[in-house]
């Protein structure tokens, strides 16, 4: 029976991230992965020349996330095109985000100085309280406060944007401001995202660890409350009902990437203490899903307001199917993801909960109609190649990022009375956007392993 010191499940950024550091720290490390391609919920599949980068994505990194992650393994990240404006749609036309606080810059650069000023711990003092009452406690400026929830609209996906919290969005603009002397940042990587988690997956086998993809982990296997083995199935099944061919392998530590939805198919509940699993179940309700439908379309010309074609164009309530979302030109970033000449978009109309599939049916016809008003010089038969549907719903973006359920009211990231049991997840305890919040939690993980700080990450902000 094979032996590791760590066992990471999942091949996205946070099992990327643990495992290529554990490796380079000297430890025998296994990362397994159920899909065929590396990267979790930001991975990128070829599709008839182009590559759908799954749910659509941009980095939030403004250098001490998964940028230092990738450094420190060996790799080079590079910051590839950023986003320049944010067109927004108000009333019946598009807008420059600029237009809602071009009068109140003395009041934002308030703002800027004050969230300058306050460590990062003080955030977890404004895990239950709203953005905008944290906001209206420093400024009377409707320009600042909307400068704000819009920006949070296109980084993370709440269907009432003032329902939003203030620790989780405050944190990032603060590292944005400190970092990049912005409000809000994003880039598309060098390379693709294949290329991004490929560099990653090379950080773990460079340095001694080992990758099983297509490797689904069944079971974790705790012996008087110690991490002992993980079981698991390799490999495509040779009948469809083949069930419970499980093989094991042995460790004492394990640094799971699930997200709270499926974690406890893969940790026993009894092995667990009832607080920590009903806080796990209190996040995994359906209700609490950060989801959207969206659509990706290759086009012949590009498919965007007229700003940039790297602009992320955002609305709050689409004149048709009054979602919230978020649309971007992905060869705008990176013209490599479609064949030369044709054009790749993405966009996304965010609802929180899953919903009927009847709801969904519906609503997809009316965002198509939502597009229509949003691009009707680009958005027509005659520019569309082909057009692709996709829920993003099982597995969702996250769990919705509201007051009461983020940051120290999400489990932490060590399993209490389970020795050697972590959890990377950032649907658990984390900071930050998307695909960089994963990877930081597993920078975290991978340091709580450890039992000690890696003096490389001093300077880069995690728990």
């Not at 230092?68 to 985000?97: A, C, F, N, Q």
């Not at 703002?111 to 711990?121: G, H, V, Y």
């Not at 309530?317 to 490599?336: E, I, R, V």
């Not at 972590?422 to 392993?449: K, N, P, W």
Request: some cysteine; proline content about 5%.
């Amino acid at each position: 029976m094979a032996k590791y010191d760590v066992v990471v499940i999942g091949a996205g950024a946070a099992g990327l991230s643990a495992g290529a550091i554990l490796a380079k720290q000297g430890k025998k490390v296994l990362v397994m992965d159920r899909d065929e391609y590396l990267g979790g919920r930001g991975m990128a599949i070829p599709y008839e020349g182009y590559r759908l980068n799954l749910g659509g994505h941009l980095l939030e990194d403004s250098g001490s996330g998964i940028t230092k992650i990738i450094e420190y393994i060996g790799g080079k990240l590079e910051h590839g095109p950023t986003s320049k404006g944010m067109p927004v749609w108000v009333g019946d036309r598009w807008k420059p985000v600029q237009e809602l606080y071009n009068t109140d810059k003395g009041e934002l650069k308030k703002i800027i100085q004050i969230l300058t000023d306050i460590d990062f711990k003080e955030f977890d003092n404004y895990d239950d309280v709203p953005l905008r009452t944290w906001l209206r406690k420093y400024t009377t400026s409707e320009g600042v406060i909307a400068l704000f929830e819009y920006i949070t609209a296109a980084e993370a996906m709440t269907e009432h944007w003032y329902d939003h919290v203030a620790s989780d969005n405050l944190y990032v603009r603060k590292m944005h401001y400190m970092e990049k002397r912005m409000a809000g940042y994003s880039f598309w990587p060098v390379g693709g995202w294949d290329g991004m988690f490929r560099q990653m997956a090379d950080g773990v086998t460079r340095h001694g660890g080992e990758i099983w993809m297509r490797t689904t982990a069944q079971k974790l296997l705790i012996e008087k409350g110690r991490v002992v083995g993980v079981a698991y199935e390799k490999g495509p099944r040779a009948i469809p009902n083949e069930a419970y061919n499980w093989e094991v392998v042995e460790t004492e530590c394990v640094i799971s990437t699930l997200p709270v939805w499926n974690v406890l198919n893969f940790v026993r509940e009894e092995d667990l203490p009832d607080w920590y699993v009903a806080q796990i179940k209190l996040l995994a309700q359906d209700q609490f899903r950060a989801c959207w439908l969206g659509f990706y379309a290759a086009t012949r010309e590009p498919v965007f307001t007229g700003v940039h074609p790297t602009e992320l164009a955002v609305w709050f309530g689409a004149p048709n199917s009054k979602l919230g979302g978020f649309g971007f030109l992905g060869t705008g970033y990176d013209p490599q993801i479609a064949p030369p000449g044709m054009h790749l978009y993405n966009c996304g109309f965010v609802y929180q909960g899953l919903r009927s599939p009847q709801w969904v049916e519906k609503h997809f016809a009316l965002a198509e109609r939502d597009l229509q008003a949003f691009y009707p010089d680009t958005w027509t038969d005659k520019n569309i190649i082909w057009k692709k549907r996709h829920l993003v719903a099982q597995p969702a973006f996250g769990v919705i990022q509201k007051p009461g359920l983020v940051g120290k009211y999400r489990p932490d990231y060590s399993a209490p009375n389970v020795d050697g049991l972590y959890f990377a997840s950032e649907t658990f305890r984390s900071r930050g956007i998307g695909v960089d919040r994963a990877a930081r939690a597993g920078l975290t993980c991978a340091e709580r392993a450890l039992g000690r700080r890696i003096p490389e990450f001093k300077d880069s902000w995690h728990d």
